[in-house]
């Protein structure tokens, strides 16, 4: 899957290509990308179009307990004033869930010899990357909005002088670690499918296939909680005014 290109380029796995403006876009993950955008939307519309105040049906009884367990995790890592971002985690969640859930729609022409016609997208290092560095350049101007120029550059020094050379490469690597947390799971879960089809007997591999792929399903719901739990948590870092930064409590 992965390859290390002489001139120091990495391909991870092989997509078909077009090229716009001297760009290189891998289509099936631009249209797999797509897809998911359109399922949220059509998610989105869905339940406003059935919104009731009577008793819910399942997909606004869904989308209900997703915004109120966010709505509590805001709660708990920022207050009260921490519900505006509340929509972008909810968002967040469901799309990062949609896009890692599509991997598991069986879409390859000739399954075991070909690849996905619609591979999850958060299985390329390009969608992490883009949310990623979108989520740390929203922080960063909410940090600015809560503490004042002086205090967004004051808060590097926090606890010591002495530490900020590790707090600031803290915030560059913070879009790096943010990308590579979910496309490494993905891609890794896409891998172990591609190693069973590879090595283990033709008659044998498709069972090996239908044992991973539940668990692929479940590593792909943690990785959608995890990347939007760190998006509140760096929200909550970014507008808090205290010296140290607020963690998470825990309910008994």
Same mark, same amino acid.
């Given at each position: 899957m992965g390859m290390l290109m002489a001139s120091g380029n990495i391909s991870v796995g092989v997509h078909p290509v077009a090229h716009v403006f001297g760009l290189t876009i891998d289509t099936d993950i631009v249209t797999s990308t797509l897809l998911a955008a *359109?399922?949220?939307?059509?998610?989105?519309?869905?339940?406003?179009?059935?919104?009731?105040?009577?008793?819910?049906?399942?997909?606004?009884?869904?989308?209900?307990?997703?915004?109120?367990?966010? #709505?509590?995790?805001?709660?708990?890592?920022?207050?009260?004033k921490g519900r $505006?971002?509340?929509?972008?985690?909810?968002?967040?969640?469901?799309?990062?869930?949609i896009? #890692?859930?599509i991997g598991f729609i069986?879409?390859?022409?000739?399954?075991?010899?070909?690849?996905?016609?619609?591979?999850?997208?958060?299985?390329?290092? #390009?969608?992490?990357? *883009?949310?990623?560095?979108?989520?740390?350049?929203?922080?960063?101007?909410?940090?600015? $909005?809560?503490?004042?120029?002086?205090?967004?550059? $004051?808060?590097?020094?926090?606890?010591?002088? *002495?530490?900020?050379p590790i707090n600031v490469i803290e915030e560059i690597t913070k879009p790096i670690t943010l990308t590579f947390r979910l496309f490494g799971n993905l891609f890794s879960g896409g891998l172990m499918i591609a190693v069973m089809v590879s090595l283990l007997p033709i008659f044998v591999s498709p069972l090996g296939e239908l044992i991973w792929k539940p668990f692929d399903l479940f590593i792909g719901?943690?990785?959608?909680?995890?990347f939007m739990l760190l998006t509140v948590l760096y929200f909550a870092f970014a507008?808090?005014?205290?010296e140290h930064e607020p963690v998470l409590e825990t309910s008994h």
């Amino acid at each position: 899957m992965g390859m290390l290109m002489a001139s120091g380029n990495i391909s991870v796995g092989v997509h078909p290509v077009a090229h716009v403006f001297g760009l290189t876009i891998d289509t099936d993950i631009v249209t797999s990308t797509l897809l998911a955008a *359109a399922i949220l939307l059509y998610m989105g519309f869905r339940v406003r179009a059935k919104v009731t105040d009577g008793v819910p049906g399942k997909l606004q009884l869904m989308w209900e307990l997703l915004v109120e367990q966010v #709505n509590d995790l805001a709660d708990s890592a920022i207050g009260p004033k921490g519900r $505006r971002f509340v929509p972008i985690g909810v968002t967040l969640f469901l799309f990062i869930l949609i896009c #890692n859930w599509i991997g598991f729609i069986p879409s390859a022409l000739h399954p075991g010899s070909s690849a996905e016609i619609l591979p999850a997208p958060t299985s390329d290092v #390009n969608l992490p990357l *883009a949310m990623a560095l979108f989520v740390i350049a929203w922080v960063h101007i909410e940090s600015f $909005r809560a503490r004042g120029i002086r205090g967004y550059f $004051r808060h590097y020094k926090e606890p010591y002088l *002495a530490l900020t050379p590790i707090n600031v490469i803290e915030e560059i690597t913070k879009p790096i670690t943010l990308t590579f947390r979910l496309f490494g799971n993905l891609f890794s879960g896409g891998l172990m499918i591609a190693v069973m089809v590879s090595l283990l007997p033709i008659f044998v591999s498709p069972l090996g296939e239908l044992i991973w792929k539940p668990f692929d399903l479940f590593i792909g719901l943690i990785q959608a909680y995890i990347f939007m739990l760190l998006t509140v948590l760096y929200f909550a870092f970014a507008t808090s005014h205290e010296e140290h930064e607020p963690v998470l409590e825990t309910s008994h």
